[in-house]
């Protein structure tokens, strides 16, 4: 086998019915991995933008790419090289935890206080997937209710 | 002009110049089939059975080039369908296949016969509409027939909502198609196509690898003139038999699981193949690791996503068969065909050492034979399609091909019951062929209803069973592979076939001697309707050679070397 690479494409897609099914019944239909996949309208434009990660060998990630092409709707795919990547995570608290601790936290990851109420408070922070993970892990003892993670998206630089 | 959305879908099919639409009606496409019973610019067959519609719009669309249409109601009329639309996919078959919905305010609520069309077809089509507007419908139409037709070709789906066809809307079928997202790469690139033939010329060993694609792009006679320039020998995948005439010199014959053993064995020895509108099937490579091992690879394929798939291709070519293959030709006169005398001889001697034959060693009659003796008997003069299974391999090896669109079957998907409806799809196409389906005893009555098809539609076909009381090519397997352990392929018990075609109207016969299948196949011909004839053939007849499945191209299993009964 050969080593399976973590990967980021973005397709720039025809904003019409259905063509996120396109996109993933194609990646389950040929056994891809999806990892994450963010999607939005592009302003001002009748396109919308897919980032998907994705792992594979160079050969499947080829593939996927020239696959994803092959789709009627699809403008172009680009896999990325050399790229900015960010992703925005949101975590609640009990109240009862650390605050200052926290929101020291936050800033060091792009991140703030985003809500406080009675019981919670809610942060969110945007980084690099990787420090994202890193975040994830070290405010694992504030005891955190939820978190929710939004799925990369990337520029190519 | 303001017409209903089923008034645009006649006028589309007639401005696409479709002359013959395959079908089946039902409650959510009966507004369609009322305009087609007002018009008369297309005749309307009306199959038995909405698998059979798509597999004869296939086999009229393999047979002419053209698009073929087929129409269908939704729910259980349009999954029956799902069979001929993958099968469809998998061979790159142009197709427009119309399917009715429930109207736009049921759908999602599982109204009656509703199913989600669009979302069952779409892994299995190039693409597919689910048409939500009348006015929308010249523009999806135009875009299905273009898309269906162009780059790699292949099934459009259109589902129409029942309400979308009696809503009135403006038709101008002169619109300009957008598909800005939609650019097929039909022009190889220059330097590539110089590149590829300096290492054709650099080769010693140089082998062409002939695919389908190459009668899809009605490009068969160029590739018969570059071959002829170059002198480079030639095996063919079974989608592209016919792309070479049987006897040409330049042909060793098919390849892969069932090719022969001089084919194999060449494309085990090559040292450059050049690939022409084939994918590296996996039942053309075997063990991949091992296929054409010391060769470097020339793929050209209008496919982006077919190059280097499966085997790295070290001069990848973008662009349609037909103009890369011309610009190669162009270029032809730095190769010197003189040159490859002695590889030619060495193919020759892997030919020698193990042909492509069988034995006529049993009392019953060998299913190669009767494909050989049509061959004799008709050759050019019949288009010849099949279905799946043994019989499909010994047509593939046996019959004496000598024009591309000559040999219509399922390849990719495998569909048993695809050939007696695609054969009538043929005949519809291509009326002054005789239309010869050979076929199984187990394929035949996956389809067998078509009979009535045939005999009201005036379509004569000729389905010749190769009877041998098995699901042949499974019980092979089961011999071969599983200890002969013969589960469920025992066909023993079966209809009486002679009586099953009288009972539609047509002609059977039972043939157990090689007179008798002379006699049958004479009479059938000169009746001129549909006719089964039930050849009683060999029951333990293997399929030979063989590479089992998964194995190297040179390991094959070889027919047992016999002495001629005296």
């Known amino acids: ?157 | 002009m303001q017409i209903s959305g089923a008034q645009m879908v006649i006028e589309a099919l007639i401005a696409e110049g479709v002359d013959t639409v395959f079908g089946y009606p039902g409650g959510a496409i009966m507004n369609i089939y009322d305009e087609i019973y007002k018009q008369d610019k297309f005749e309307h067959i009306l199959t038995r059975h909405e698998q059979a519609a798509v597999h004869a719009a296939e086999g009229y669309s393999k047979a002419s080039g053209k698009v073929g249409v087929a129409m269908i109601t939704s729910g259980p009329g349009f999954t029956n369908a799902v069979t001929g639309l993958a099968d469809a996919y998998m061979d790159s078959i142009p197709l427009v296949v119309i399917s009715g919905q429930v109207p736009m305010s049921l759908i999602g609520t599982d109204a009656f016969q509703e199913i989600d069309a669009v979302g069952i077809s779409r892994s299995c089509t190039k693409h597919n509409y689910l048409v939500t507007d009348a006015k929308d419908l010249p523009r999806i139409l135009k875009e299905a027939f273009y898309i269906a037709s162009s780059g790699r070709p292949g099934p459009v789906h259109v589902d129409i909502p029942k309400d979308v066809t009696a809503q009135i809307a403006s038709f101008d079928y002169s619109i300009e198609l957008g598909l800005e997202t939609y650019k097929p790469h039909t022009k190889g690139n220059p330097r590539q196509i110089k590149k590829a033939m300096e290492a054709i010329a650099k080769a010693k060993r140089p082998l062409f690898y002939l695919g389908g694609g190459i009668i899809n792009s009605n490009a068969a006679y160029e590739v018969r003139e570059l071959v002829h320039a170059t002198g480079i020998p030639a095996v063919e995948t079974f989608m592209a038999r016919g792309t070479l005439s049987h006897d040409d010199e330049y042909l060793i014959s098919m390849l892969g699981m069932h090719g022969s053993y001089a084919a194999n064995m060449a494309m085990s020895e090559t040292d450059l193949v050049i690939g022409l509108g084939a994918r590296f099937d996996d039942r053309v490579t075997g063990k991949l690791s091992e296929f054409a091992k010391n060769a470097g690879v020339i793929h050209v394929d209008i496919d982006p996503a077919s190059i280097s798939k499966l085997v790295n291709a070290d001069y990848p070519i973008v662009g349609d068969i037909k103009n890369v293959v011309g610009e190669m030709l162009k270029l032809s006169s730095s190769i010197n065909p003189a040159k490859y005398t002695s590889w030619k001889d060495t193919i020759k001697n892997f030919d020698t050492l193990h042909p492509l034959t069988y034995h006529e060693d049993t009392d019953r009659l060998k299913p190669q034979w009767v494909i050989q003796r049509v061959g004799e008997l008709l050759g050019d003069d019949a288009n010849i399609s099949t279905d799946v299974g043994q019989h499909q391999m010994w047509t593939a090896q046996f019959y004496p091909f000598s024009r591309p669109r000559q040999f219509i079957s399922s390849g990719g998907l495998g569909t048993m019951g695809f050939g007696f409806p695609a054969a009538m799809g043929v005949k519809a196409a291509s009326p002054d062929k005789v239309s010869i389906n050979f076929t199984g005893d187990g394929s035949i009555l996956m389809n067998c209803q078509e009979l009535m098809t045939a005999v009201e539609k005036k379509l004569p076909v000729i389905n010749i069973i190769l009877n041998n009381n098995y699901l042949g090519m499974v019980r092979q397997w089961q011999t071969l592979f599983y200890d002969k352990r013969h589960s469920e392929t025992d066909l023993s018990v079966q209809p009486d076939f002679v009586k099953l075609a009288e009972a539609f109207g047509g002609i059977g016969y039972r043939v157990t001697t090689k007179d008798e299948f002379d006699a049958a196949l004479k009479g059938a011909l000169e009746k001129n309707i549909v006719a089964f004839i039930d050849v009683v053939v060999e029951r333990l007849e293997n399929v030979m050679p063989m590479v089992p499945s998964g194995g190297s191209l040179f390991n094959m299993m070889l027919l047992e070397k016999k002495e001629k009964k005296k």
């Open chain 1, 1 to 157: 086998m050969e080593a399976s690479e973590r990967r980021v494409i973005s397709v720039i897609v025809v904003n019409e019915a259905s063509v996120l099914s396109r996109i993933t019944d194609l990646f389950s239909g040929r056994g891809y991995n999806i990892t994450s996949l963010t999607v939005a309208p592009i302003p001002d434009s009748k396109y919308s933008r897919l980032t998907i990660v994705t792992s594979g060998s160079v050969r499947v990630i080829e593939q996927i790419t020239k696959q994803l092409h092959k789709l009627i709707p699809v403008l172009k795919v680009y896999e990325h090289a050399d790229l900015v990547e960010k992703e925005m995570a949101l975590v609640k608290f009990p109240a009862s935890e650390n605050i200052t601790d926290i929101a020291t936290l936050c800033a060091a990851y792009n991140g703030k206080i985003v809500n406080v109420a009675e019981n919670i408070i809610i942060v969110m922070v945007a980084d690099e997937p990787k420090r994202v993970d890193n975040f994830l892990k070290i405010i694992n003892k504030y005891n955190p209710k939820e978190i929710v993670r939004s799925g990369a998206v990337a520029l190519e630089r």
